[in-house]
T-cell receptor
Framework: QQPVQSPQAVILREGEDAVINCSSS?????VHWYRQKHGEAPVFLMI?????EQKGHEKISASFNEKKQQSSLYLTASQLSYSGTYFC?????????????FGTGTRLQVTL | NAGVMQNPRHLVRRRGQEARLRCSPM?????VYWYRQLPEEGLKFMVY????????ESGMPKERFSAEFPKEGPSILRIQQVVRGDSAAYFC?????????????FGEGSRLTVL
């Protein structure tokens, strides 16, 4: 079940803030966030686990609402380097095998 | 510590030929995932493997596609009798642990073009 991301695209001026949302209809074990620049590999930003644990880069913040199966990625004081497509990946892990199912992505463009 | 290595980076095949994509995970990583990405689209899960085992192949077409991760050597994604619709970027990712608790390290991808 593919998670739904919103917005699909956003344009910011440098220094502005943005929030990217990710929601699932299934009970989640974890939510991952990745950023991909055109023609490059996705790069890990953050993982949020059921129970509240988070791992990720210091300058990135995100939240995970376990009751609503929703996660939000907060980009503050945006820089030109933030431009790219942001994907959330959700895992339904039940104790055996797992896989990340990615959303369709949110394209972020930061301009001067 | 070298990252995830994929080769070839670019591959051109004619319809009906075979494509073999290789992925060497990071040292110490025993979990490998393959994803397919069409232009301007998201990453679609194909298969999850551990050494010598296919754990989940629910995203892989049942015909023409196969994957392996042998005890020695890279993981291989094999596409037989390629069609134009197979044109895409194929990304491999590895992890030292089961995905839900740790990050995936992605390779640069293999871009397959079918003429």
């Amino acid at each position: 079940q593919q998670p739904v991301q919103s917005p699909q695209a956003v344009i910011l001026r440098e220094g502005e803030d943005a929030v990217i949302n990710c929601s699932s209809s299934k009970a989640l074990y974890s939510v991952h966030w990745y950023r991909q620049k055109h023609g490059e590999a996705p790069v890990f930003l953050m993982i949020l686990l059921k129970g509240g644990e988070q791992k990720g880069h210091e300058k990135i913040s995100a939240s995970f609402n376990e009751k609503k199966q929703q996660s939000s990625l907060y980009l503050t004081a945006s820089q030109l380097s933030y431009s790219g497509t942001y994907f959330c990946g959700t895992d339904l892990y039940t104790g055996t095998a797992s896989k990340l199912t990615f959303g369709t992505g949110t394209r972020l463009q930061v301009t001067l | 510590n070298a990252g995830v290595m994929q080769n070839p980076r670019h591959l051109v095949r004619r319809r009906g030929q075979e494509a073999r994509l290789r992925c060497s995970p990071m040292k110490g990583h025993s979990h490998v995932y393959w994803y397919r990405q069409l232009p301007e689209e998201g990453l679609k899960f194909m298969v999850y493997l551990q050494k010598e085992n296919i754990i989940d192949e629910s995203g892989m077409p049942k015909e023409r596609f196969s994957a392996e991760f042998p005890k020695e050597g890279p993981s291989i994604l094999r596409i037989q009798q390629v069609v134009r619709g197979d044109s895409a970027a194929y990304f491999c990712a590895s992890s030292p642990m089961v995905a839900p608790t740790g990050e995936l390290f992605f390779g640069e991808g293999s871009r397959l073009t079918v003429l």
